[in-house]
């Protein structure tokens, strides 16, 4: 509850996105997975095809193409001595005479394989030139002619045994067919089976995934009204407090209305306010870290860091910069004006306490630090206060220390005619090239103004700015940073 009394927005917040997640998470409907398993029954397909003739066969037997009715025969035939399909033309010509019982399939089969195609191809059939029957009648002057036209009639037999082989066919076919028919109404009937089971599991799941998400939802409203109420509560303890501020400044001699003790109550009373408003307009823990996670790099390659030396954070808020330092195993410790700040930083289990930056770095031995980072903290200071604190960094600091200050770039005008303003905390902007001004002033070196990430590759040039159009006084990003090193003591001599 005490996460939630910092930051209620983002408590609730987070409370919708588990719920979504949660939801997300509920596994696809076994029914769905049923239906889609159903939609792929294959009843195998009960059409009559020449798959047994494929194009790459070269020897066949009259025999194979017997039992066939006359349209499947053609189909057959063309397929097995052309090696394609039949044709219109070849169609038309041959159905009729087939059907009526001019020609047989065996003579069919003889005229495609002495075709040209037939000649090209070369296939072979066992037993068909023994079995023209007609063929040496046609060579009879006479009798050949009677025969022809009787032919028909003296086929009867052999078109009887055809039509008793294709009726056998047929029976076997349509065995198959039930039998084929069968098995798939079984595999449907199975399916049927398990999907409606699955449809009774999916509804119980979508039950007991409802009673969740009613559950998560008055958790929800339980923590929302807590919420409510802590607000008001603070609220009034801090309308309580102001008021025993003003009941003490009143009770004591006009000269003494501003001691410190009163002071430093007032300003503590607004400590947990401006926690509320970082929250509000800074933004969350994590994105604070990923935003500042581009200077581990340089910051980690600095000799003094790399040789174990201590980084100190002016102003280190919630620790996002100090909690990076420690994962990478640099020494770090943080300072903040705010109580409620570095009490929160503490409780994350790293080293920050409370007061004044620049008061702490005077304090402090000579050449002590390896570096001092400050981020949204500089714009917050008068001139003054901002010259000593680049003086008291560069007493602190040891040879080839380093100075790192983030700060909204008014560069970009977003930032510097609006969301600069935000904070009634904050004294000015302050252009990169002014703080680059104070930097080499105070006597540090190699200063560097980082826009953007690459800026954070110290052998490489600035990437700077120089605006052509007015847009691209919108394109600059919101923050920048100034890095100033102090010198080695060579260079120093």
């Given at each position: 509850m005490s996460e939630a009394l910092a930051d209620p927005q983002r408590d609730i917040d987070a409370i919708l996105a588990s719920i979504r997640a949660e939801l997300g998470t509920i596994a696809p409907s076994p029914a769905q997975a049923d239906r889609r398993a159903l939609s792929v029954v294959r009843v195998e397909s009960l059409h009559e095809g020449d798959e047994s003739f494929p194009s790459e066969r070269r020897q066949f037997a009259l025999a194979e193409?017997?039992?066939m009715d006359e349209l499947a025969f053609l189909h057959a035939a063309y397929r097995a001595v052309l090696g394609r399909d039949i044709d219109e033309s070849g169609l038309s010509h041959y159905l009729p005479v087939l059907r009526e019982g001019h020609t047989g399939p065996a003579d069919i089969l003889r005229s495609l394989r002495a075709s040209p195609e037939g000649q090209a191809r070369g296939v072979e059939i066992a037993d068909l030139d023994g079995r023209s029957r007609f063929g040496w009648a046609k060579r009879l002057p006479v009798v050949g002619g009677i025969l022809f036209r009787l032919k028909p009639y003296l086929a009867l037999p052999h078109g009887q045994r055809r039509l008793q082989k294709r009726i056998a066919s047929s029976?076997?076919?349509?065995?198959?067919?039930?039998?084929?028919?069968?098995?798939?109404?079984?595999?449907?009937?199975r399916s049927l089976q398990k999907l409606e089971q699955r449809v009774i599991e999916a509804e119980q799941a979508a039950d007991q995934a409802h009673a969740l998400a009613q559950e998560v939802i008055d958790s929800r409203d339980n923590a929302l009204s807590e919420l409510t109420s802590a607000r008001r509560q603070l609220m009034e303890q801090q309308r309580q407090l102001t008021a025993f501020i003003d009941q003490a400044r009143s009770a004591l001699p006009e000269a003494a209305t501003q001691t410190p003790a009163l002071q430093a109550?007032?300003?503590?009373s607004l400590d947990s306010l401006y926690i509320a408003f970082e929250n509000r307009f800074r933004g969350s823990t994590e994105l604070i870290s990923q935003r500042l996670r581009r200077y581990l790099g340089l910051t980690c390659e600095t000799p003094p860091v790399a040789a174990g030396g201590t980084v100190l954070d002016i102003?280190?808020?919630?620790?996002e910069w100090l909690a990076l330092l420690r994962d990478a195993n640099v020494?770090?410790?943080?300072?903040?004006l705010n109580g409620a700040m570095a009490a929160e930083a503490r409780g994350r289990g790293l080293d920050a306490q409370e007061g004044d930056a620049i008061a702490y770095l005077r304090g402090l031995e000579e050449g002590s630090l390896a570096a001092v980072t400050g981020f949204h903290i500089v714009e917050h200071l008068a001139f003054q206060d901002l010259v000593a604190l680049f003086d008291a960094a560069y007493a602190a600091l040891a040879p080839e220390g380093f100075v790192l200050f983030e700060t909204p770039n008014p560069e970009n005008l977003v930032v510097g005619a609006c969301t600069f303003h935000y904070d009634p905390t904050h004294n000015k902007p302050l252009p990169p090239d002014f703080l680059r001004f104070i930097a080499e002033t105070r006597g540090f070196s190699d200063v560097r103004i980082i826009r953007r990430d690459e800026d954070c590759q110290l052998d490489q040039p600035e990437s700077g700015f120089a605006p052509v159009e007015l847009n691209d006084w919108f394109r600059q990003p919101a923050d920048y940073a100034v890095y100033a090193r102090k010198p080695r003591l060579d260079a120093a001599s």
């Open positions: 193409f017997e039992g029976d076997r076919r349509q065995r198959e067919v039930v039998t084929a028919v069968n098995a798939s109404l079984s595999s449907v009937r109550a007032e300003d503590a102003g280190c808020g919630r620790g020494a770090a410790r943080g300072i903040d």
